[in-house]
């Protein structure tokens, strides 16, 4: 249910009043609360509102993050999408996306969904300089927070050796969803000192030769891919790794019955186009064809007997926390996201911080494995 004050807000906005009712009765609005701050957020999109839009309790609404197009083959992608035009081409990072935001006197960090990470908000005064808020109180910084001790991805890119870091990659105002230029959003980082994605320049679509290269280069060093904007951002586009498809598999076949079919083959349908663009045979065609049997098959045959010997499929994971509750408080947000972790361990590691570790039991996974294991036919 929510609220008549969100209803009137929400209207007040701009939101439809009949896809509003409709979105109210469906479930589509959902009204939260973190830490006595009451928000609704958006699980499907009205009008300009995409889903994960976060409208706060004062009229504020930060719109969710935008889809950005995926281009497969690189050459004639980049031609569709860009024609002539120039792009400046970014890293891809590896991690979360996270839109953090001023609201009142508090610096909360939301996630893709919508809600407030009660984790992110909690250590991002460690990666970002408050005072661009003070300047900025309108504008919303979004970004990847990535690392090898993450609540929601397994793996972090290979250069964060430890714990979590934040890596900016849009700006975006308040209310209008509107990302700033690319060339502002790098000054404003600089100025600020809030770290960004490593940026490789501008390219145009006469330099796809170097792309060929960069993209060679960011697989081998294990890194995810790549994204292309024009400097108005009007035009954006994402391009992924061979490393990045396989190692997914990898990470996904250990799940392999949580995710839906098309979480592989959409992987390797773009592996595939990838060694049709660049004409890979041979050896180095085996060596990719034995890399994606091992990473379909390894971590699958691995949970198979995991469960067939009394395990369950889970996944073990650690963050650092400033506060134990931080961690209770993350329990609860995995609860309402349908999904059920609890604690492990804690340990001090007297520093001002602790690190928890969280065990996540996959039911599903293990009852369908174990089913089958036990002779289940169809
Ligand atoms: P969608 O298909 O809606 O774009 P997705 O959840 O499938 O999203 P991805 O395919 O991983 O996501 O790619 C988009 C995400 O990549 C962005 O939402 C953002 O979190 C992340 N990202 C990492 N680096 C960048 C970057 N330099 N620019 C933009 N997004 C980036």
Redesign the pocket.
Known sequence: MVSSHFMSMLLKIGVPEDRLLVLEGKGGIVEDEFEGIRYVRFRDSAKGFRRGTVVFENGEAVLG??????VVQLENGIRRVFRNKPFYV?????????RVVKIGDRVLALT?GGFVCPFTTERIGDFINFEFFKDYPNLVL???M?GPESPYIVEGPPYVKEDIQF?L??IQEKGTGKSLPVEERYRLAEEYGIPQ?ERFGLFDRSRIDDLYDLIERLSREKR????M?TPDMKR?A?Y?TPYANINDIKIGSHIFFDLPHGYFMGRIKRLAFYLTEKHVKGEEFDEYAKALGKAILRPFVESIHEVAHGGNVEEVFTVRVKNITTAHRMVTHFERLGVKIHIEDIEDLKNGYWRITFKRVYPDATREIRELWNGLAF
């Open positions: 993050f935008p889809h950005i197009k995926r970014e890293e891809k990072v590896d991690g979360y996306n996270v893709r979004a970004g990847e990535a890596f990659f849009d994605v995810e891919g790549i994204v904007k954006i994402k992924v």
